[in-house]
């Protein structure tokens, strides 16, 4: 494999004025294509999953129904609810919008490529701490979401904008403790030095023995892969964790009371979201814009000029494959169920995980004395996770009991309400019990 | 460290916010505008919208404890990556010192799990 | 004045003048956008000063979630839409407390470098951060963890204790 194409750190911050312009308008025109095309694809999809043909009308194959759908946006009413607070209803979508195109600025979509005769990396810009803004461009999105909801002035928005901050702040706990053992492995946090990293398999001294690991990081840290891939459904709020958009329950969620070009840019910040944590899943796991091993070894130029950004679009379209399998596969979980699982599950095992790749990567340069306090340490945390195991408590039967509620609550409908039987059935229950007897009008 | 690297972030954000703001402001220009009392209300599915509770109402004290708990956790994690990075350089003492650290953490979040912090009913 | 130093005094101005805001609007919600406005323009400052690191942890920790408890906070209690009249009120001592807190940091600051240059040290980046927290500094770090077990041992104490 070819490393000298790889960028450097100190390639980066060398740009002329006009590439760095070419480069945002770029990344820009790229992520509002790929937001129209994974909108395309995901209703494609979900309708080759349910035997439907899918959008098909508007353009070849249905290509274009969301720019038609984002064109007829434009032109509706937009809609400012009397209780709202202006300036913040106003905000609200822009700071989702800018923090969704921001997060995506590092992210490695080629080696180093010549643009008008410049040579330049493939990539906006690389930080040693990358990752970090993209965690932060995250963590300031949930603003546009909490204060969205808020300023509506409106029951379910509210609910549905604090949930979701809820979920994403738990959710971002777990997304960012997944990473660690990348960086630890890589032993950087710059996105560019994670691939180069990933570019050849690493050698490792298991059990006295020496192996060559497979390059990617999601065969060698399959359970950082997985917690990853779960957790960043949980912060894009997708399906089978779309809890703050739970139709049945909050109608649209935090986005209700919101139209127009408005509600336009919460969806674009969505779907942004979602290619930003595919690029960077595939960023950080997946070897980034590098070609798949069988494809280098018969080709070896497949990783120079500009096919890596095939290899890159190819490997965050399967994985937003994986986004919309599993929100055609998978029922919405219950809140609790949700929380329960972020906090109690992922956490934990994330925690374990970090320790056990740290202490086997020490084990490898240590001598046998700490070798074997080490491994001991892990058989002593293993028969403590065993022995302290939660058992599971006997959940009493839900009571259809009226809940006590503090003063204030939003009020809920009694559990055992019977629907009164319509006039049509009263109707017939009254003909059927004295048939002579002419019916009753008006019931 | 220069900040050149941080200039084309800066223009990427300029271009989003010059979009974004562009959109939200010519929103109510395409559109049409017609009048209409109901449609101002706050959507409650068609029923006359219960007025809003005093304060915007009160929420489960849940989320506050989400909320800290996530706190402590952020701080856990930030203290994690730079120990991840440079973890070949700290070896075998810096592994000690992340296992008493996560450990008293885990202290912590094992009281919060026992006194039901964690559960949502 | 060099780059820095202009964008150092304006990031500063926004930092003071988003400050300002946060303790003079009665709307109790925008209040916190605007401090999140001022820490943003602190993380800026770090940034520019080369502590690129502690820059990010900046944006991270206080942005986005310390703010995001404030406003989980401000909403368990109320978070009407539109101004609180009641919450303006006594800015005369207040005025007189902060402006005299921040004069005395100031004069200390002053006092103890005079005008006196300081060279920036070398680059925070996450590999020497690591090996200065974890090396020079483990007592601290081993205490902070007892911090944070106080901390949500605090938390649950106060949020049970709501409850009965």
């Known amino acids: 494999m070819n490393l000298a194409e790889s960028p450097k750190l100190e390639d980066f911050g060398h740009d002329v004025w006009w590439i760095i312009l070419i480069k945002v308008v770029g990344i820009f025109a790229f992520l509002v294509v790929m937001t129209l095309f994974t909108i395309w694809y995901e209703r494609k999809v979900v309708g080759r999953m349910q035997h439907r043909p899918g959008p098909n009308r508007v353009g070849p194959i249905g290509l274009l129904q969301s720019l038609a759908d984002g064109l007829k946006l434009a032109f509706k009413e937009d809609i400012m609810p009397k209780l709202a607070d202006k300036a913040v209803f106003f905000i609200a979508p822009v700071i989702s919008t800018v923090c969704a195109f921001t997060a995506f600025s590092i992210m490695p979509l080629g080696g180093m490529v010549s643009i008008f005769g410049e040579r330049t990396p493939l990539q906006l810009t690389d ?27 409106s029951t379910y928005p509210l609910l549905g904008g604090l949930r979701s901050a809820a979920q ?68 894009t709020n997708r399906a089978p964790f779309d809890l703050p958009e739970a139709e049945s329950e909050l109608v649209g969620g935090f986005h209700t009371e919101y139209s127009s070009l408005k509600f336009a840019l919460f969806f674009l910040a969505e779907y942004i979201n979602m290619v930003t944590v595919s690029a960077l899943c595939t960023t950080l796991f997946l070897g980034g814009w590098r070609a798949p091993a069988p494809i280098t070894t018969w080709w070896a130029g497949a990783n120079e000029g500009w096919w890596p950004l095939l290899w890159f679009t190819v490997k965050v379209l399967i994985l937003l494959f994986v986004f919309v399998w599993l929100r055609g596969t998978l029922p919405r979980l219950r ?65 259809i009991a009226p809940e006590k509620l503090p003063e204030g609550s939003f009020p ?18 009254h003909a059927a019990a004295a048939p002579s007897a002419t019916p009753e009008q008006g019931e | 460290m220069s900040l050149s690297p941080y200039v084309p972030i800066v223009g990427l954000f300029a ?86 650290f996560i450990g008293t953490v885990f202290v912590a979040y094992a009281y919060v799990w026992r006194r039901g912090g964690l559960d949502w009913d | 004045m060099t780059v820095t130093d202009i964008l150092l005094l304006a990031l500063g101005a926004v930092a003071a003048g988003s400050a300002l805001r946060v303790v003079t609007t009665t709307h ?53 839409i539109g101004p609180s009249p009641e919450l303006d009120r006594a800015r005369f001592p207040a005025a007189l407390i902060g402006l005299g807190s921040g004069g005395g940091l100031a004069a200390l600051f002053i006092f103890g470098y005079r005008w006196g240059k300081a060279e920036l040290a070398a680059p925070g980046t996450a590999g020497v951060l690591g090996k200065e927290i974890f090396s020079g500094w483990v007592l601290p770090f081993e205490v902070l963890s007892i911090l944070l077990l106080a901390a949500l041992v605090g938390a649950i104490v106060v949020s049970r204790g709501e409850r009965s």
């Open chain 1, 127 to 153: 930080l040693p701490v990358a990752v970090l803004l993209v965690l932060a461009c995250g963590g300031l999105g949930i603003y546009g979401i909490v204060l969205g909801g808020w300023a509506s002035g």
């Open chain 1, 168 to 235: 994403m702040i738990s959710y971002e706990v777990a997304m960012g403790l997944s990473i660690v053992a990348v960086f630890m492995t890589a032993g950087s946090m710059s996105t560019s030095e994670i691939v180069a990293a990933q570019a050849n398999g690493s050698q490792q001294e298991i059990f006295g023995s020496t192996v060559t690991l497979p390059g990617w990081y999601f065969l060698m840290l399959l359970p950082s892969f997985l917690i990853y891939f779960i957790s960043a459904v949980g912060e």
């Open chain 1, 335 to 399: 809140y609790d169920q949700f929380m329960r699982f972020g906090w109690k599950v992922l956490v934990p095992i994330n925690l374990v995980w970090i320790l056990l790749v740290a202490g086997v990567r020490v084990a490898a340069n240590a001598d046998n004395t700490v070798r074997y306090a080490i491994y001991g340490g892990f058989a002593v945390l293993l028969v403590g996770i065993i022995m302290f195991w939660p058992a599971k408590k006997q959940v009493e039967p839900a009571s």
């Open chain 1, 412 to 429: 809920i409908p009694p559990m055992d309400l019977v629907v009164p039987p319509s006039p049509r059935t009263k109707r017939i229950e």
């Open chain 2, 15 to 100: 271009l989003a916010a010059a979009f974004a703001l562009f959109s939200v402001a010519a929103a109510p220009l395409t559109g049409p505008r017609r009048y209409n009392r109901a449609k101002l209300d706050a959507y409650e599915c068609g029923i006359e919208p219960t007025p809003q509770a005093a304060g915007g109402g009160k929420f489960p004290v849940k989320f506050y404890l989400t909320a800290m708990l996530f706190i402590v956790f952020d701080i856990e994690i930030i203290f994690l990556y730079p120990w991840a990075v440079s973890f070949n350089a700290l070896g075998l003492f810096g592994f000690v010192e992340m296992v008493l």
């Open chain 3, 28 to 80: 109790i919600v925008r209040a916190g956008l605007w401090l999140v406005v001022a820490l943003g323009a602190m993380a800026a400052c770090y940034l520019v000063l080369t502590a690129e690191l502690v820059a990010w942890v900046q944006v991270l920790i206080y942005v986005g979630a310390v703010v995001v408890l404030l406003l989980f906070a401000t909403m368990l209690t109320r978070a009407p």
